[in-house]
T-cell receptor
Framework: TQLLEQSPQFLSIQEGENLTVYCNSSSVFSSLQWYRQEPGEGPVLLVTVVTGGEVKKLKRLTFQFGDARKDSSLHITAAQPGDTGLYLCAAIRGGYNKLIFGAGTRLAVHP | DTAVSQTPKYLVTQMGNDKSIKCEQNLGHDTMYWYKQDSKKFLKIMFSYNNKELIINETVPNRFSPKSPDKAHLNLHINSLELGDSAVYFC?????????????FGQGTRLTVV
């Protein structure tokens, strides 16, 4: 059982559609991060959410941290082929900056 | 200038061989990591170093030995390679402190053991 459960595992949609991916846990986190990984590259940080209930926007991407700080969602409006990639949520667990990841959501946006 | 650079990018080797992967970061960060990403894309932490000292060692076989000659470098040596070691290995770095610390990743080393 993973500490961070992401859903769905795979998502294949047409350009222009909206989508939401989720990151859930039974644990409480002081913050949660979202990364995007493109093929052949390492993950790149998109956003960090810190406060329960917080909403952050990054162009067409909207990130929300659950009120209880156990879950987070990423909503993409009018998806574009450039949004294709692996979306990973991550959180610090324990001391020493131990950054753990969920299994990710693989998103494919078709023209 | 690449912030976190790993070499080589690709590594194909036979079972039983010993190989090393090198990592360097020019961000001035205190903490460096090795992660393993399997074929299902799950990214699992292996080791973490802070200022050349090992601080996280997940349940990794002792055939894997990290070494940090200084805080800007973290290398990974693997002895007696096995088929199951095939994966993409990522080096990352982050500044120490704070629960919202960002990790910067290298491009990865795709290791294939045949």
């Amino acid at each position: 059982t993973q500490l961070l459960e992401q859903s769905p595992q795979f998502l294949s949609i047409q350009e222009g559609e909206n989508l939401t991916v989720y990151c859930n846990s039974s644990s409480v986190f002081s913050s949660l991060q979202w990364y995007r990984q493109e093929p052949g590259e390492g993950p790149v940080l998109l956003v960090t959410v810190v406060t329960g209930g917080e909403v952050k926007k990054l162009k067409r991407l909207t990130f929300q941290f659950g009120d209880a700080r156990k879950d987070s969602s990423l909503h993409i409006t009018a998806a574009q082929p450039g949004d294709t990639g692996l979306y990973l949520c991550a959180a610090i667990r324990g001391g020493y900056n131990k950054l753990i990841f969920g299994a990710g959501t693989r998103l494919a946006v078709h023209p | 200038d690449t912030a976190v650079s790993q070499t080589p990018k690709y590594l194909v080797t036979q079972m039983g061989n010993d190989k090393s992967i090198k990592c360097e970061q020019n961000l001035g960060h205190d903490t460096m990591y090795w992660y393993k990403q399997d074929s299902k894309k799950f990214l699992k932490i292996m080791f973490s170093y802070n200022n050349k000292e090992l601080i996280i060692n997940e349940t990794v076989p002792n055939r894997f030995s990290p070494k940090s000659p200084d805080k800007a470098h973290l290398n990974l040596h693997i002895n007696s390679l096995e088929l199951g070691d095939s994966a993409v290995y990522f080096c990352a770095s982050s500044p120490l402190g704070g629960s919202s610390t960002e990790a910067f990743f290298g491009q990865g080393t795709r290791l294939t053991v045949v």
